[in-house]
């Protein structure tokens, strides 16, 4: 091969990945699911279909791909008992709830009921985050004897989670700033540890009103 022989085919994208994702996040966020196509996506993109079906075999993987990729991490609390654990937890839901990726994720997952590609893709990979997160949290305080084994961390997780979801979603746009308070997430996570029997055995360690 001489030095002035090029390899064959068509040079690599850079960041093709990234902005096909964030491409499709776009045109799900303007379109919706009916609207969103992989001729869209490419267009948005700025590279070829046929690149997209190399990496997508079809459009709900691609897009279910985009929202999950853009979703933050809710999890790795580990603070020393249960009420701090799950003040914190409140927090960082809120807060992806709140967010653009979390109005995204909450739109994929209500288009999958009328959808039955996007529940075929989804399928089993559908575990929540926030409920593989609130295990560690609630087998950690089991093991402190702050709550009965009885108690499962789904339950938990939907108790704080499911209450922040719907309270964001409800709350009007010109009120957030007062209704999504630290004072709404304490209130909270005090109501749902008195509803699972939550006891702390070491009361200097409480944090303070």
Do not use: C
């Amino acid at each position: 091969m001489t030095s002035s022989s090029r390899a064959v085919g068509r040079p690599r994208v850079p960041n093709l990945d990234e902005r096909v994702l964030d491409a499709a996040r776009t045109v799900y966020g303007d379109r919706g699911w009916s609207g969103f196509t992989v001729d869209e996506v490419a267009k948005r993109a700025g590279v070829g279909k046929g690149s997209l079906y190399l990496r997508w075999p079809n459009k709900a993987a691609l897009l279910v791909d985009a929202v999950r990729s853009a979703a933050p991490s809710v999890g790795n609390i580990n603070l020393g008992n249960l009420e701090l654990d799950l003040r914190e937890f409140a927090r960082q839901w809120m807060a992806f709830a709140q967010s653009i990726e979390g109005l995204m994720t909450s739109r994929l997952l209500m288009d999958r009921q009328s959808n039955k590609e996007l529940a075929e893709v989804i399928g089993e990979l559908d575990y929540p985050d926030y409920i593989r997160a609130t295990r560690a949290l609630v087998r950690r305080a089991v093991e402190r004897g702050e709550i009965d084994p009885g108690i499962t961390p789904t339950l938990i997780a939907d108790l704080v989670a499911g209450a922040i979801t719907t309270h964001v979603r409800s709350t009007p746009p010109g009120l957030a700033q007062v209704a999504h308070t630290e004072s709404y997430l304490t209130q909270l996570v005090n109501t749902v540890l008195r509803g699972v029997g939550y006891r702390n055995p070491s009361p200097e360690d409480s944090p303070s009103p």
